[in-house]
C-alpha cells in the first residue's frame, strides 16, 4: 500500500506490523454530522477496512472534540448548557456512522476527560522554557521550534490569515511572535460552565495540546497515521507537531495523511458556512450504500462540488453490480476483488474503485445460472467497501 504523506509531500510505501495504528481528529458536537464530515471519515474507514481485508489489527481512534469555543458559542444561541448539546450531537453522529455501515472505533476519547493530563502538558512546556505566560493565559513559543510552518509549507502571509480564520490570534501585541498559538485558557468568570482546576489554575486548554495529548495516552508516543482534513494542516496539526517534539522529541505519528473538503456553493461545507447536505436527511432517501458509492466518486485528494446527480448514478451502479454478482464466473469474481484491492492500495483511489465496478458490470460473464445472491468473491468486494 502507498500513501500519500503531508509531512514529505510525496507518496510513500506504508508498511505497517501486524497491529495498526491510526489517530484520526473528529467533530466538534455543535451541529449534525454533514457529508464533508462523512466524506473524511469514510476515506478513514475505508482505510481501515483494507488494513482488516490484509490481516492487521487496526487501531483506529477518533476524538471527540467537545471542549472548543464553538460549542460554547452555539450552546448559548440555542439557551442550553453545551454539556447536553454535545451529548445530543455525539448520539446523533453515533446513529449516523452506524447506519452508514462504519467500522467501530478502538476508541473515541473526549478531551473532557483528560483536562488534567492537558494541564499537565502545558506545565510541562512551561518549565522547559517552550511556553510563556501572557497575562495568565499560557502560549507556545514558535520560535524554540525553528521548523515551526514547514509541515504545511504555506506562506507566512498566508499562516497568518489562516490563523485568523481558524481560531488564533496573530495580532495580539503582548505575544512574542504573530503565530505563537494558545495551549491554556485563563478563566476569571465564575459563570463560564467550561472549566477546570488544574496545576495551572482555573481555565480550559488550547485547541492543539488536546489532540496531542489523547494520542498519546491512547495510542502511545509512536503511531503508525495521524489523519483528518486539510483544513487541519494548519494550525492545528502544524502546532501539534510542534508541541510533541518539544514534549517527546519526536511528532509521535510517522505518516500524516489528509482529505480535502467538500465543497456546496463554491466554499467548504462547514458549520460555520451553513452550507451543509446533512447525512441523516440522505438516509431518509437513499439507503446507506448508495451514500457512500457516491462519495467514492470524489478522491479524496481533491474533493469537490456536491453533486446530487452523483447519489443517482450510484444507486443505478451498485443495483447493476449486484445483478452482475448473481451471474457472473468465478474468474470476473476474482478479478473485481483484485482490482478493489489494488486501488485501495493505491492511497485509497476510490475514483478507481468506481472504474472497476463499471467495468465489472460491463464485462462479467453472466454464463452461469443467476444465483439468489451476489458470488461469495463479488459479496466480499462489497463489503470491502462497506457496501453490505
Not at 6 to 23: A, C, D, G, M
Not at 354 to 370: C, E, K, M, P, Y
Request: charged content about 20%.
Amino acid at each position: 500500500m502507498r500513501i500519500y504523506d503531508t509531512t514529505k509531500k510525496l507518496y510513500r510505501q506504508f508498511n505497517p506490523s501486524h497491529t495498526v495504528k491510526i489517530y484520526v481528529c473528529g467533530i466538534t458536537p455543535y451541529a449534525s454530522a454533514h457529508m464533508g464530515h462523512i466524506f473524511t471519515f469514510m476515506t478513514y474507514d475505508l482505510l481501515q477496512r483494507r488494513l482488516e481485508d490484509g490481516g492487521h489489527e487496526v487501531q483506529m481512534v477518533r476524538n471527540i472534540t467537545d471542549v472548543d469555543d464553538p460549542l460554547y458559542v452555539k450552546a448559548a444561541e440555542l439557551n442550553t448548557d453545551y454539556i447536553s448539546l454535545a451529548k445530543t450531537e455525539v448520539a446523533s453522529f453515533h446513529k449516523v456512522l452506524h447506519l452508514l455501515n462504519f467500522r467501530p472505533t478502538y476508541a473515541e476519547p473526549r478531551a473532557s476527560q483528560y483536562i488534567t493530563e492537558m494541564a499537565d502538558s502545558v506545565k510541562i512546556l512551561l518549565d522547559k522554557g517552550d511556553a510563556y505566560y501572557v497575562n495568565q493565559d499560557v502560549y507556545f513559543d514558535t520560535s524554540k521550534y525553528p521548523n515551526y510552518g514547514k509541515f504545511s509549507g504555506y506562506s507566512p502571509l498566508l499562516l497568518n490569515n489562516l490563523l485568523c480564520e481558524r481560531g488564533g490570534d496573530p495580532f495580539l501585541e503582548t505575544k512574542r511572535q504573530p503565530l505563537d498559538f494558545l495551549l491554556w485558557k485563563n478563566i476569571a468568570d465564575p459563570e463560564d460552565a467550561a472549566q477546570w482546576q488544574t496545576v495551572l489554575g482555573t481555565g480550559r486548554p488550547g485547541w492543539h495540546i488536546e489532540c496531542s495529548v489523547m494520542s498519546e495516552i491512547v495510542l502511545g508516543d509512536s503511531f503508525d497515521i495521524h489523519g483528518g482534513g486539510t483544513d487541519l494542516i494548519f494550525p492545528h496539526h502544524e502546532s501539534e507537531i510542534a508541541q510533541n517534539v518539544a514534549l517527546h522529541g519526536s511528532p509521535l505519528a510517522d505518516h500524516w495523511m489528509h482529505v480535502a473538503p467538500m465543497i456546496m456553493a463554491g466554499e467548504k461545507m462547514s458549520k460555520s458556512l451553513g452550507n451543509m447536505v446533512f447525512a441523516m436527511d440522505l438516509l431518509k432517501v437513499y439507503e446507506p450504500a448508495v451514500i457512500r458509492l457516491a462519495l467514492m466518486h470524489y478522491h479524496h485528494h481533491i474533493g469537490g462540488e456536491w453533486k446530487d446527480d452523483f447519489l443517482n448514478d450510484a444507486r443505478q451502479l451498485l443495483a447493476r453490480v449486484r445483478a452482475s454478482g448473481k451471474q457472473c464466473d468465478d474468474l470476473a469474481a476474482t478479478k473485481l476483488l483484485a482490482e478493489v484491492r489494488e486501488a485501495l492500495d493505491d492511497d485509497i483511489n476510490t475514483l478507481e474503485v468506481i472504474n472497476v465496478l463499471q467495468a465489472f458490470v460491463g464485462h462479467a460473464s453472466r454464463d452461469t445460472a443467476a444465483r439468489d445472491q451476489e458470488h461469495p468473491l463479488v459479496k466480499q468486494t462489497l463489503n470491502l467497501l462497506g457496501l453490505v
